[in-house]
């Protein structure tokens, strides 16, 4: 089985990001950048699926500048065995990163993609079920948990209300939520070997897909600020605040 | 109010466990902040298998159309393989196809978006015109303005940003449609769903979080006797949930459940921006938690620096 990870680099989220004074992006041109933690997930699961038997190959690929290449680099120090890079300039919907996905799948022919459930900076929580959809494959969002049963996986999922467990036919489409596994960290002996994996730029205008934008962005702009509170200095003192100040109790 | 022809918009409805879906009131909450801008006879569509009285509920909607009703097997679990193509399809006659921004909603809305080839705007938290949306990201460290052009539009829309309509006594027409054709791809297994006699945390007037403060699932009986007080829903952090104090679903935050209740008790958690994002819009906060530098006071109406296994029991006693 060879299975295709999409990972995304974002802003670390270990760092406070703010928009800019003229609303016209997040101010990130000197961030530190990591792998969104959720494509983090989806690569160690199927390092584990591979090392399991249960997989043959695992394919990371990445659409972004040149930098992604970083974030690809440490995946296949992490054990992934060859990477494509998408290169683009743009910053795409999550329709367009279906696309490009889907041109990719249909290319290479994965029997398992894995996504994160959502990307950690435009937080569209999109792209895995967009992509299950334009292959018309079936599709595990916010996954938990994954077993390989014959031509089938089964996939528990986090719901709103509890846990949901389905059987979806190969190929399939799965994301990845938080308690699917504790991603590994990459041992120096393997970030070395990682240099000499394949790692094949393909410039986005190749794939011949037409990606115009759906949606215009106006202004990014900081949300309303919380009123600076107050410290109390006893229970007595809070029971107090919340019964005739606040009057919430 | 806008005279214009009137424009459709279709809300796919969620249905939970005991049926009709809260979430759907508050989606109605949006559409009735969209019919400020734009005129719209609003349809229902109930799709799922045994669902006749969630549609019953749907017709008491005030002021919709119709109630689209497909009560079939293939609509069982409302899994979005079998959904999706169909939806696709039907929303073809709408300006607006609208759900709640949950699991069920993020499931589904998209794979329809795609087969539509249209981009969704999903999280919605402000309707600015017929085609100006806001929503949260960066963890809700920043809210995005965005205009659509495209002539169907698709919204998720979050329910702590909007208030829900009540349901009235009349009742609109509910109308059987044809289910959807049966696929092969994805079947359903089983799903554990969680049964519990407090209010659902997203609808919750008071909740109870606590995090990794709490040191061990059988302390969250604290919080429980709390919350009882105060007829509250209890909440946590993910270090909570992760160390498997509590289950997922009581996540509260960026990748989890976003809650604006009236009053939010933050208890030994720190308050991490992934957090905030869950509960900033909440009303009054109030935090617990020993150590005096912990973020989350600076997001807290009311901070307590204290042990929280002293004040916790303190504050149920003086309830
Ligand atoms: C991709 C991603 C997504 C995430 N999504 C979420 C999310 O949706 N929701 C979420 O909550 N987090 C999320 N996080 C995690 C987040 O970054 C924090 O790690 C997490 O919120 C910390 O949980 P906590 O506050 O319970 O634990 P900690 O940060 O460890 O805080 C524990 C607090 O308890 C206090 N404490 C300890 N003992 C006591 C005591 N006896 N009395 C009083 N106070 C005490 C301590 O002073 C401390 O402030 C996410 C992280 C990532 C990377
Ligand atoms: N630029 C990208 N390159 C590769 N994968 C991406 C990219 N953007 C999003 N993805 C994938 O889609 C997932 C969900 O992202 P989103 O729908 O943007 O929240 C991410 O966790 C990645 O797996």
């Known amino acids: ?249 | 109010m806008n005279t214009s022809k009137k424009v459709g918009a279709l809300v796919l409805v969620e249905l939970g466990a005991s049926g009709f879906s809260l979430i759907n009131l508050k989606v109605m909450g949006a559409l009735a902040r969209l019919g400020e801008f734009t005129s719209l006879e609003v349809d229902l569509l109930v799709a799922g298998k045994d669902c006749a009285a969630a549609a019953a509920m749907a017709a008491r909607v005030p002021g919709i159309r119709q109630v689209l009703l497909a009560d079939d097997d293939r609509c069982e679990h409302q899994l979005p393989e079998t959904l999706a193509p169909w939806l696709a399809h039907l929303a073809q006659d709408y300006a607006y196809v609208c759900v709640g921004a949950t699991t069920f909603g993020k499931n589904l809305l998209p794979r329809i978006a795609a087969l539509m080839d249209l981009q969704p705007v999903t999280d919605v938290v402000a309707i600015e015109s017929a085609n100006e949306f806001k929503r949260p990201v960066y963890a809700g460290s920043a809210l995005a303005h965005l205009r659509t052009e495209q002539s169907i539009k698709l919204l998720s829309i979050r329910a702590s940003a909007f208030g829900e309509v009540a349901l009235g006594e009349s009742s609109a027409e509910v109308v059987a449609i044809t289910p959807p054709p049966s696929q092969t791809i994805s079947r359903f297994i089983s799903q554990q769903q969680v049964q519990s006699e407090r209010p659902e945390l997203t609808a919750a007037r008071v909740v109870v979080s606590g995090g990794r403060g709490m040191q061990a699932g059988e302390n969250f009986q604290l919080l429980y006797q709390l919350a009882d007080k105060l007829g509250a829903a209890v909440g946590a952090s993910r270090a909570a949930v992760d160390a498997g104090f509590v289950p997922n679903d009581m996540q509260v935050g960026q990748t989890g459940k976003v809650v604006a209740p009236e009053l939010y008790i933050a208890v030994g958690l720190s308050g991490a921006v992934q957090h905030l994002a869950g509960m900033r819009d909440s009303r009054v906060v109030v935090a617990i938690n020993k150590d005096a530098d912990a973020p989350i006071f600076q997001a807290a109406d009311y901070g307590l620096v204290a042990d929280l296994f002293e004040a916790v029991p303190e504050l149920i006693e003086l309830l």
């Open chain 1, 1 to 249: 089985m060879k299975i295709l990870v999409a990972i995304k680099r974002v802003v670390d989220p270990g760092v406070r990001v703010r928009p800019l004074a003229d609303g016209s992006g997040m101010d990130i041109a000197s961030a530190k950048m990591a792998m969104n933690p959720f494509c983090e997930i989806a690569v160690e699961e199927a390092i584990r699926l591979k090392e399991q038997g249960l997989a043959s190959e695992v394919v990371v690929v990445s659409i972004g500048q040149q930098t992604v290449q970083d974030q690809l680099r440490s995946a296949l120090a992490l054990g992934a065995d060859r990477a494509l890079h998408i290169t683009t300039e743009s910053i795409l919907e999550p329709l367009a990163i279906a696309k490009v996905l889907h041109a990719l799948v249909q290319k290479e022919q994965p029997q398992l993609v894995l996504l994160g459930k959502q990307s950690i900076d435009g937080d569209h929580n999109q792209t895995g079920q967009m992509l299950a959809g334009l292959c018309g494959y079936p599709q595990g969002t916010f996954v938990s948990h994954i077993e390989c049963k014959g031509d089938e996986v089964w996939v528990t999922r986090e719901l709103d209300g509890g846990l949901q467990t389905l059987a979806l036919k190969l190929p399939a489409v799965v994301t990845t939520d938080l308690r699917l596994n504790q991603p590994r960290y990459p041992t120096m002996p393997n970030i070395m070997k990682a240099r000499q994996k394949p790692l094949v730029v393909i410039p986005l205008a190749e794939l011949g897909l037409s990606l115009q934008p759906r949606l215009q962005t106006i202004s990014i702009d900081a949300p309303k600020a919380r009123q600076q509170g107050i410290k109390v200095n006893s229970v007595a003192e809070l029971v107090d605040k919340l019964r005739q100040e606040a009057k919430v109790l």
